[in-house]
């Protein structure tokens, strides 16, 4: 009878874990469908191709991957912002800061030494909130796409910037002038701001968009079009470290700077006032234009160059006022402006 009893659980236990195992099996191949699913639908979205079955493949993991750790990040609640699935989400690590990014600190230290300090902020109040994009001193979106460009959107959003607050009209100035012509820089392989302004001094102005289109890529610098400005500054300047001193300088217009931008929930962010992991290495350029105070906390309000389906239709709202006195994202530690 003890034998039969014992035979029966096993029996009942072996049925037990087989249903188990069907369960769980059929439950991961639904998710697996599921993945398949979002990645085509996110493939329709941002018109992804792929050469062959393997290299999709190869993607569909990144993505699965990315789509994992967002919707983990999300589900955790007490976050000030959130991420979402976006154009970078087939990408591994070092193909989009490759792509992406393009700021190179490697060459501050000289730029430092030969920037101009020639303009003094204003010493009295700054206004509690300011918003340069409400105030008509930015264009619309535009997007680097895969050229590490960063730094010549930057620059020409600083100065679209100032010329809308000094002269009342806004222009729509060429990035590719810059990657093409600007030597000192290095186009999609990366530059610094300063040298752009730099650039754009010496050579008397800056041309439109219209006129010198962008083209993703390096090219080699068309003289003609160079020289028909439609814009110039006279100087630049770069504002001390530390967030007090950018408060100041982005009460006045918009101000460049660099920042960490290649972490994964930098990249991934979709809402709400960012205080998350920006990445180790100062290798972007934004601008900021500007601050305020939300339910999250006080924040910067930064423009940046990957297209309208980033972040907050292409801008960001930024943790302003923590620990670090160079900001979050390192984006108080280096700073500049164009002077018009």
């Known amino acids: 009878m003890a034998f039969s009893l014992k035979s029966e659980f096993i029996v009942a236990l072996a049925l037990i874990l087989n249903a188990w195992a069907w369960h769980a099996t059929s439950v991961r191949t639904l998710h697996e469908s599921n993945i398949a699913e979002q990645h085509e639908q996110w493939m329709a979205k941002y018109g992804r191709t792929y050469k062959d079955q393997e290299e999709k493949e190869k993607r569909r993991a990144i993505f699965k991957k990315h789509l994992q750790f967002i919707e983990d990040f999300n589900a955790s609640g007490n976050r000030t912002f959130k991420l979402g699935i976006n154009q970078f989400s087939d990408l591994t690590d070092d193909e989009f800061i490759q792509s992406h990014t393009g700021y190179l600190a490697s060459k501050q230290v000289k730029s430092r030494r030969n920037a101009s300090l020639s303009q003094q902020y204003p010493s009295g109040d700054v206004p509690e909130s300011i918003d340069w994009v409400e105030k008509g001193a930015a264009n619309p979106i535009k997007d ?183 900001g979050l994202c390192g984006l108080a530690s280096h700073a500049s402006y164009p002077i018009a």
């Open 144 to 326: 680097q796409g895969q050229c590490g460009s960063c730094w010549a959107f930057s620059a020409v959003a600083a100065v679209e910037g100032i010329t809308q607050i000094k002269s009342g009209k806004l222009p729509v100035l060429s990035e590719q002038q810059l990657i093409d012509c600007d030597t000192e820089n290095n186009g999609c392989e990366g530059g610094l701001t300063v040298d752009a302004f730099r650039y754009i001094i010496q050579n008397q102005g800056i041309t439109s968009e219209d006129t010198y289109t962008y083209q993703e890529m390096d090219g080699i610098c068309d003289s003609t079009k160079e020289a028909q400005q439609v814009a110039q500054i006279t100087d630049f300047a770069e504002v001390q470290p530390g967030e007090d001193e950018l408060l100041k300088a982005v009460a006045q217009q918009p101000v460049s700077v660099r920042i960490a931008g290649s972490g994964q929930e930098f990249r991934h962010y979709v809402g709400g006032v960012f205080n998350g992991d920006c990445g180790e290495k100062l290798n972007h350029a934004v601008v900021v234009v500007g601050y305020g105070t939300s339910e999250e906390g006080k924040f910067w309000k930064i423009r940046n160059s990957w297209g309208e389906s980033w972040g907050e239709d292409g801008y960001m709202r930024i943790q302003r006022g923590g620990e670090s006195s160079y």
